[in-house]
């Protein structure tokens, strides 16, 4: 079978190539997916480039952890009932050398999940990472719920989603970050009531005014290093910063606006969600994907062959959505 893989970190056109594979053969517990789709985030392209580890932890990786496609083997101790199943796939390449990159994966028969009827397998390859990200951060710790609720980068993949979560869930109100006029657009159309731009205006004013001076009761935060004083001039009393990223590695919090508030701040990565979060995640967004109430962004679909091209472009921070490589058999 074809596959992109990497043996050492580096540039996308320097070290992701094609290469030919056995077609995996799936094993006790595991389930074996015809890949239709392969979903990119931003977490792979930093693993391909080496951010986080110079060192690879497999001779060579397959990247990507999110996709999508149809069961066409089963091992020991899983229903041949599952054959022919359509599933999105979380955490293929989390701890492991094979992601979804290739045109079979093998994994665990839990890491393929029933697609809804009626949602596409290219909605599926989003889902694992931006969609279920976005479910916890907005369901975690009782939720938004009648909370005034600020979505940092409303108009990204994550928090894209959070923005309708957050509004399906009851928040009070829902005001989100962007950039850009298109990226307002974009935050707006997923029901942001109050939508700023972080970079032009005065985000605390705005979020003051917009708030009756409350302040927000959560923040949902793409980069907490560059926000945190930010957050906690923003923050209500008692308020909550559930962080899902970081442009830093390193971040420092102004410690007495954070104490006097009794602020709460969580952190947390989709991929080590405990099985009870990461249930309850999948159980509400199923409910949302059942119900249709979520809207999706494909912003770039292109064959398992243009891989490079496609990191690149999630590398570049331009696009506005998803990024999905078409990798065969499927819609
Ligand atoms: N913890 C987890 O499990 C988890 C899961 C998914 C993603 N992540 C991380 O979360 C980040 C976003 O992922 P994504 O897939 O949503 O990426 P994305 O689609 O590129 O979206 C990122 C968004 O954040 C905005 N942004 C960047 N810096 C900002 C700032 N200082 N204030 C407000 N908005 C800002 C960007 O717009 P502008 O640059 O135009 O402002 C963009 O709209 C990545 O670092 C990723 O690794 C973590």
Redesign the pocket.
Known sequence: MQAAAYSRTGPAPDVLELIQMDRPVPGPGEVRVRIAWSGV???DV?SRAGTRLKTLPFARVVPHSDGSGVIDAVGDGVSKERIGQRVWIWNAAWNRADGTAAEWIALPSAQAVALPAGVSLEVGACLG??AL?ACHAVGVDGGVAGKRVLV??G?????HYAVQMARLSAASCVIA?V??EE?AAHARAAGADVVID?RREDVVARVMQATQDHGVDCIIE??FA??AALDLSLLAPEGRIVV??S?ASNMSVPFVPAIVKNARMSF????NLSDADRARATRQLHAWLDAGSLQHTIALRVPLEQIAHAHEVVES?RVIGNVVLRVGGGE
Do not use: L, M, Q, R
Request: net charge positive.
């Open positions: 985030n931003p977490s930093k990472i931006p990200t940092a980068g108009a990204g993949a994550v928090g970050t950039s850009s990226k972080y793409v980069d560059a926000n899902y990223g442009g947390f990565i989709v991929y921070g």
